[in-house]
């Protein structure tokens, strides 16, 4: 087993140490966003609680992992510096996203998880960075494990074991 780092709700975590494993735990609603450069073999990945930042409550604090419009500008400009790419607009980045699970029965059809996912897809899509596996939705939490040096992303649920999404 190699270096275990634990990624919190609104934390990220960038690296290209191989023997590293990112982990992060408990995706319900919240959405994990691994981003890789395989060529050099640099993860990233952020835990995303939700989709916009200029829902904030004045004088509220949070990091900028925390919400989807200003999670995914910083992981790849983060990625990037790592590898010393010349842009964030970049060929070479994958990603993957999981959780955004519809953990709470609502009237209102909010499905905050939902709109999480969206609201990255619409900004990887702006960045051009492809996407190339995602297990999001259902009503099961999730708990994420990147592989930095295999370049590899676990999903792990309740009452199922663990695989790995292609």
């Given at each position: 087993m190699g270096n275990l780092k634990v990624v919190g709700i609104g934390e990220w975590?960038?690296?290209?140490n191989q023997e590293d494993l990112i982990r992060t735990y408990a995706l319900g609603s919240c959405v994990a966003l691994v981003v890789q450069h395989?060529?050099?073999?640099?993860?990233?990945?952020v835990h995303i609680a939700l989709p916009d930042s200029f829902r904030l409550a004045p004088g509220t604090v949070r990091e900028e992992g925390y919400y989807a419009d200003t999670a995914v500008p910083m992981l790849l400009e983060e990625i990037r510096q790592?590898?010393?790419l010349y842009s964030a607009i970049t060929i070479g980045m994958i990603a993957k996203l999981a959780g955004g699970a519809q953990m709470m029965r609502m009237k209102n059809n909010?499905?905050?998880g939902e709109r999480i996912v969206q609201k990255i897809l619409t900004l990887l899509q702006r960045y051009q960075v492809?996407?190339?596996a995602m297990d999001v939705g259902g009503e099961l939490s999730r708990t994420?494990?990147?592989?930095v040096g295999r370049g590899e992303m676990f999903v792990a649920s309740p009452g199922k074991k663990e695989r790995l999404l292609k």
């Open positions: 975590l960038v690296s290209n395989l060529p050099t073999r640099t993860s990233g990945l790592k590898t010393g909010y499905h905050i492809p996407v190339a994420v494990t990147v592989a």
